[in-house]
């Protein structure tokens, strides 16, 4: 496929709340390959290769071709969560149908409220600017218990997001050191990410990931960028063309 940039391409800008901090770089937009609505319709083929993802961040969340288990974006690595429970390098040409990343320089570093993960994601919104924006957010803490899921690779032709989550593979963790992962999105921009906080973990040492469901945090430090906008990576695919997407 011949490389564009950025196909059907939607830019959604937004002031910065933390303008007047001063920062090294300005920041990056978040970078983000198809949609949830999209996902949930099964558009599961890969959409774009790791390798190019990554010129576009160092950091982010997502999962890879016919939704082979969860993707995490760390320090310019990419790492798949698979179903079976083990943490892998995503080689480069490794496909995405979903990725979100930028390159990430915190703003604003806070330390985070021990407690249940409720508490912690109260507290996260209670550090947005504005509900409005995109904001990426790193978790470094130490985790009691915690529970991630993963799910495993599907074959066409695609069952409906719903369906595939519904078999989804739960780990329940204890004692796990590492970082939480990932995204505000605006509630209103629901079809396009999952509203709200969207999160996934990654141990320190490489040995643990997948999409967060819930957590207990002993101690922690938060870091938070907001983000100038989105770049919408679309695909050119039939699968995506044709698909009923709009209510
Ligand atoms: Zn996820």
């Known amino acids: 496929m011949p490389h564009r940039a950025y196909p059907l391409t939607l830019v959604l800008l937004a002031s910065t709340w933390l303008s007047s901090c001063a920062t090294s770089a300005p920041p990056a937009p978040l ?3 198809s949609t949830l609505r999209a996902l949930q ?3 599961f083929d890969g959409l774009r290769s790791l390798g190019m993802i990554l010129q576009h961040g160092d950091f982010g969340l997502g999962t890879l071709n016919g939704l082979d288990g969860e993707l995490v974006v760390l320090a310019g690595q990419a790492y798949r969560a698979g179903a079976d429970g083990t943490v892998t390098v995503v080689p480069p040409e490794a496909l995405s149908p979903f990725a979100a990343v930028t390159f990430f320089v ?3 570093t806070v330390p985070a409220p021990a407690g249940s993960c409720a508490d912690l994601l ?3 919104e ?3 600017g504005s509900p409005n924006v995109f904001v990426a957010v790193q978790v470094d803490g130490v985790f009691p218990t915690l529970t991630v899921r ?3 690779k599907q074959a066409p032709p695609y069952p409906p997001l719903e369906q595939v989550l519904a078999g989804q593979v739960v780990f329940p963790l204890r004692h ?3 970082s939480l992962i990932g995204f505000w999105t605006p509630p209103y921009l629901g079809a396009v990410s999952s509203p709200g906080w969207h999160l996934h ?3 320190r040492d490489r040995q643990t990931a997948g999409h967060l469901l819930d957590c207990s945090l002993a101690e922690g430090v938060v870091k938070l960028a907001e983000l100038p906008g989105l770049v919408l990576d679309l695909p050119e695919t039939e699968t995506y063309r044709t698909a009923t997407l709009s209510p």
């Open 31 to 33: 970078y983000q390959t």
């Open 41 to 43: 319709h099964g558009v």
């Open 106 to 108: 915190p703003q604003r």
């Open 122 to 124: 109260a507290f996260l």
């Open 126 to 128: 209670t550090e947005l």
């Open 150 to 152: 993963s799910v495993p």
């Open 176 to 178: 796990q050191v590492g």
């Open 201 to 203: 973990f990654l141990a």
